[in-house]
């Protein structure tokens, strides 16, 4: 099932915010008694296909998403992507090949970016899409899948703090979705009835944790809404985007006091992640 190996996929990016910036590229793990280093898929996809020689970057133009043309050495040069690499990838399979640029912005827990840009004409390409945060994975099948933890990472919580459930009926870990190029956009995998039951269960089981009412300084609790959150921006994303149909998900499960506030939070953020996201 294609949503189970979103889940899968969310955890390994996880091991990004776990192991630091520093970590990007490598992942150690344990195997017969030695440290074998595992590279990060994106960085795999980064590192492996075609790249364009810098001599040729002014050869290349760019049209961005705002109609303006730059070239590609502007583009790669520019002092806000200290951290730029680029790559040329058929992601959709029609002998066309995509010009692909990642980027890390910097910051505490933020924020890498990809741009997406499909070829118009000889030497000449055009912005199709923008992941931002979320330190999305390429696949090895050309599937992006993107994680909401950065998003969330602050939703009334430290970035760090996750809700603890250590029981047989813990919730199941959802907080990513798998985007697909085609035809010039990037587009949401839709969701099944077993993700949206396994969603629905979810919500039931974070409902009856205790409320744990917000310090008026610090507004963060254990991780409880953060997980309320990142369950409801994957409905919201996997189902349509239909914001009525996940309030009311969210109304009814949510039923603790401050209800109206969490909400508007919540819709704050995805109108938010729809100014930096092309999906």
């Not at 961005?64 to 520019?78: A, E, P, Q, V, Y």
């Not at 029609?94 to 997406?116: R, S, W």
């Not at 950065?150 to 798998?178: H, N, R, S």
């Not at 996997?238 to 508007?264: H, I, M």
Request: with cysteine.
């Amino acid at each position: 099932m294609k949503q189970a190996r979103i889940i899968v996929m969310a955890l390994s990016g996880m091991l990004f915010f776990l192991t630091g910036r520093a970590q990007t590229d490598t992942v150690s793990h344990q195997r017969d008694s030695s440290v074998e280093a595992e590279t990060d898929p994106t960085t795999l996809f980064f590192q492996q296909n075609e790249k364009i020689a810098a001599g040729s970057w002014k050869k290349i133009s760019l049209l961005t998403k705002t109609r303006k043309t730059i070239l590609l050495s502007s583009f790669l040069n520019d002092p806000e992507k200290m951290y730029a690499d680029h790559v040329l990838a058929d992601l959709d399979n029609d002998g066309k090949k995509e010009l692909l640029v990642t980027n890390f912005t910097g910051g505490a827990h933020c924020c890498d970016e990809i741009y997406i840009f499909k070829n118009t004409a000889p030497n000449k390409y055009q912005h199709a899409a923008k992941v931002f945060a979320g330190h999305t994975l390429i696949t090895e099948k050309k599937e992006f899948v993107y994680t909401f933890y950065e998003q969330f990472g602050y939703f009334f919580t430290c970035y760090a703090c996750g809700l603890t459930d250590t029981t047989d009926e813990a919730p199941i870990d959802v907080k990513a979705i798998t985007l697909d190029y085609s035809k010039g956009k990037l587009l949401v995998s839709p969701g099944d009835q077993e993700l949206r039951s396994v969603i629905n269960d979810n919500l039931g089981k974070l409902s009856e944790h205790p409320y744990e009412k917000l310090d008026e300084e610090i507004p963060m609790d254990n991780g409880l809404r953060k997980e309320f959150a990142m369950n409801l921006a994957v409905f919201y994303y996997s189902f349509g985007k239909k914001l009525p149909e996940t309030q009311q998900l969210f109304n009814k499960y949510y039923k603790f006091p401050d209800a109206r506030k969490v909400w508007s939070a919540f819709v704050k953020q995805l109108q938010d992640m729809k100014k930096d996201n092309d999906f």
